[in-house]
């Protein structure tokens, strides 16, 4: 029996804190019904929490009690599908009812939305079914630098808080950045312009570290530090924004640069006759967002980050976008 319990102790127990490559710590879902919402594009649904299955409103007469006694009422805004009413044992007539009230209040968020939104939607950057292999719209006689390829702007962001004592990384939609600050969508300036944006690192910048960390994010009242998902880039890792207007033509070209621990930044190209209608060039220094206490990587506790780490807003983690 002695011997049974000195065997037992010796038992290393796991420690759920271990880092362990390439994700230290579990990447969790955001919250949403198990089943894949209908792919129907401004839709409500209604999801039967009891069975687990989905309605689309058009389908609803007389199958309620056959789903269940708990229904919720979804539709999509900003990119993620939002909870607008929770029922118990509801009617037909009361879920009506719940989906105008719902439909109200979605209506008045999409206007909003759309407002603070660039004209171009969803983001402007490389097209949809560009496999980014060749270069977009280039300046005549620009030649790129050696070494530099296209790559896709981060479509997710995170939200870090402790759940349970355990720290929780959770991806979320960038977009879900728009009842914060919008403008971190967009490259700089350019909120509300309609223009196109082609991105492009050389292969240092491909090989930077990501790892998770403290971060400081605010919780209401001061700054506090919780684990999430941080980068650093090398130095010689460069970066290009080339700007161009919805007919082809660019009218700005930004490069950021590391060396020495620091980072460069500056316009490199201008073409003052091709910019957007309105759009009269920066009115700041690109230090002034890339380096701001408010830049890449910050937010608040339980809420959605501005995205990216090491002042570089664009570059998606790995482990957020899978």
């Avoid at 460069?238 to 660019?250: E, I, M, R």
């Avoid at 990587?297 to 482990?319: E, I, K, M, Q």
Wanted: a neutral charge; charged letters at 25%; glycine letters at 8%.
């Amino acid at each position: 029996m002695h011997l049974l319990c000195i065997y037992l102790c010796l038992i290393p127990v796991s420690n759920p804190y271990k880092v362990a490559e390439p994700n230290p710590y579990a990447v969790q879902v955001p919250q949403a019904p198990a089943l894949k919402p209908p792919n129907v594009p401004d839709d409500f649904y209604v999801h039967w929490l009891d069975s687990n299955t989905f309605s689309l409103p058009s389908k609803l007469a007389g199958i309620q009690g056959e789903l269940g006694s708990k229904a919720e009422i979804y539709a999509p805004i900003n990119g993620e599908w939002k909870r607008y009413a929770t029922l118990s044992n509801p009617t037909i007539e009361q879920i009506t009812t719940s989906l105008e009230a719902a439909h109200k209040s979605w209506k008045a968020e999409k206007a909003v939305s759309l407002k603070a939104s660039p004209k171009s939607w969803p983001l402007p950057n490389a097209l949809h079914d560009d496999d980014l292999s060749g270069a977009g719209p280039l300046p005549d006689g620009y030649v790129l630098p050696d070494g530099m390829k296209r790559y896709k702007r981060a479509s997710m962001t995170q939200e870090i808080a402790v759940t349970d004592g355990r720290d929780r990384i959770t991806p979320r939609s960038r977009i879900s950045l728009h009842a914060r600050d919008a403008r971190w969508l967009v490259s700089g300036g350019l909120l509300g312009f309609d223009f196109r944006s082609d991105l492009y690192r050389n292969n240092t910048a491909a090989t930077a570290r990501e790892y998770v960390d403290n971060i400081d994010v605010w919780n209401g009242r001061n700054y506090q530090q919780n684990r999430g998902w941080r980068r650093e880039f090398p130095d010689g890792s460069k970066f290009l924004d080339v700007l161009s207007n919805t007919a082809g033509k660019v009218f700005e070209i930004r490069q950021r640069e590391k060396a020495e621990g620091r980072w460069n930044s500056e316009v490199i190209y201008e073409n003052e006759s091709a910019r957007p209608e309105g759009y009269s060039g920066l009115t700041k220094s690109c230090v002034s967002c890339h380096n701001a206490k408010d830049g890449a990587g910050t937010g608040p506790y339980a809420g959605p980050l501005v995205l990216g780490s090491d002042t570089v807003f664009s570059v998606p983690f790995a482990a957020l976008e899978r």
